[in-house]
């Protein structure tokens, strides 16, 4: 549980420096996703050191075509999620992404019969509920390009979560994620050649290693949660990321229109885990 708990806390904090990185920096995403997934290979390489388990059983067929299938997905929500952060504010970004737990529960209690505990599945869905709740506004719900590309990668963030949580039983999980950042970051340098010009702004480096950092953090810690709690169980502690997302968006960005809607949501969040904690 604590590797949840603290996965929550970096994806919050990888949130806010996206943001700053694609917004504040103006960083187009073309030149971010090559940049910022080559620096999470650096550093989940290092982590692959200290934690190194690889199944001869992962050079299967079916488990190479999965592995393909993750990577592919993962590659394709990054790149509609690095649009919606570039051009969006953070709190209409989280609105629709907050999406995501919900969709991944449902797929777990699909694909994944381990998982079907009936308790946390409740918990999960009002917890993303409640948060769901917290951002609606009404046009925040208009059918843009960038609104249905965020929609797109709601349901390719829970399907890449199904596939990791099947493979993380051939893979540690810094290996999995070091072999997913390295792939992707050939495929953006191929895609966008990007220009290295960018990296001569210390302000984007510096941002470039925080988040490294960050995503990195919120990855491996996120893997072995899947791993020692479940997909499902993990899902449900991850929604205290976006509660963090928020308080640093009311402090950092200024975004702060929705404090009452966010307290309130915060309690039920907060009630709903320790539910699914004490229920399991």
Same mark, same amino acid.
């Given at each position: 549980?604590?590797?949840?708990?603290?996965?929550?806390?970096?994806?919050?904090?990888?949130?806010?420096?996206?943001?700053?990185?694609?917004? !504040?920096?103006?960083?187009?995403?073309?030149?971010?996703?090559?940049?910022?997934?080559?620096?999470?290979s650096?550093?989940?390489?290092?982590?692959?050191r200290?934690?190194?388990?690889?199944?001869?059983? +992962?050079?299967?067929f079916?488990?190479?075509?999965?592995?393909?299938?993750?990577?592919?997905?993962? +590659?394709?929500?990054?790149?509609?999620?690095?649009?919606?952060?570039?051009?969006?504010?953070?709190?209409?970004?989280?609105?629709?992404?907050?999406?995501?737990?919900?969709?991944?529960?449902?797929?777990?209690?699909? $694909? %994944?019969?381990?998982?079907?505990?009936?308790?946390?599945?409740?918990?999960?869905?009002?917890?993303?509920?409640?948060?769901?709740?917290?951002?609606?506004?009404?046009?925040?719900?208009?059918?843009?390009k960038?609104?249905?590309?965020? $929609? $797109?990668?709601?349901?390719?963030?829970?399907i890449?979560?199904v596939?990791?949580?099947?493979?993380?039983?051939?893979?540690?999980?810094?290996?999995?994620?070091?072999?997913? #950042?390295?792939?992707?970051?050939?495929?953006?340098?191929?895609? $966008?050649?990007?220009?290295? !010009?960018?990296l001569?702004?210390?302000?984007?480096?510096?941002? %470039?290693?925080?988040?490294?950092?960050?995503?990195?953090?919120?990855?491996?810690?996120?893997?072995?949660?899947?791993?020692?709690?479940?997909?499902?169980?993990?899902?449900?502690?991850?929604?205290?990321?976006?509660?963090?997302?928020?308080?640093?968006?009311?402090?950092?960005f200024?975004?702060?229109? %929705?404090?009452?809607?966010?307290?309130? #949501?915060?309690?039920?969040?907060?009630? #709903?885990?320790?539910?699914?904690?004490?229920?399991?």
């Amino acid at each position: 549980m604590f590797t949840a708990i603290l996965a929550a806390i970096f994806g919050a904090g990888g949130d806010v420096t996206n943001k700053h990185l694609l917004g !504040r920096l103006k960083l187009p995403h073309k030149e971010y996703l090559p940049f910022i997934f080559a620096f999470l290979s650096i550093v989940s390489l290092l982590v692959v050191r200290i934690n190194f388990f690889f199944s001869p059983q +992962a050079l299967s067929f079916w488990n190479i075509i999965l592995l393909i299938v993750m990577i592919a997905t993962a +590659a394709t929500w990054n790149v509609m999620t690095a649009k919606s952060l570039e051009t969006e504010p953070l709190h209409e970004y989280e609105s629709i992404i907050l999406m995501s737990p919900l969709v991944t529960v449902v797929l777990a209690a699909i $694909f %994944l019969p381990a998982e079907r505990n009936f308790s946390v599945f409740i918990a999960a869905v009002i917890a993303s509920g409640a948060l769901m709740f917290a951002r609606y506004r009404h046009e925040h719900f208009e059918v843009t390009k960038t609104a249905r590309q965020t $929609f $797109f990668a709601v349901v390719l963030i829970a399907i890449e979560s199904v596939i990791i949580t099947h493979l993380l039983h051939y893979y540690s999980p810094a290996l999995l994620y070091f072999i997913r #950042c390295t792939v992707i970051t050939v495929v953006f340098f191929i895609k $966008f050649k990007p220009d290295f !010009r960018a990296l001569q702004a210390k302000p984007i480096v510096k941002g %470039l290693a925080l988040d490294s950092l960050f995503g990195t953090g919120v990855m491996v810690l996120k893997y072995y949660a899947f791993r020692s709690l479940g997909l499902m169980e993990t899902t449900i502690i991850l929604l205290l990321s976006p509660l963090l997302t928020y308080a640093a968006s009311y402090y950092y960005f200024g975004e702060r229109r %929705l404090f009452r809607r966010d307290l309130i #949501c915060a309690v039920v969040v907060m009630g #709903c885990i320790i539910y699914a904690l004490v229920a399991k």
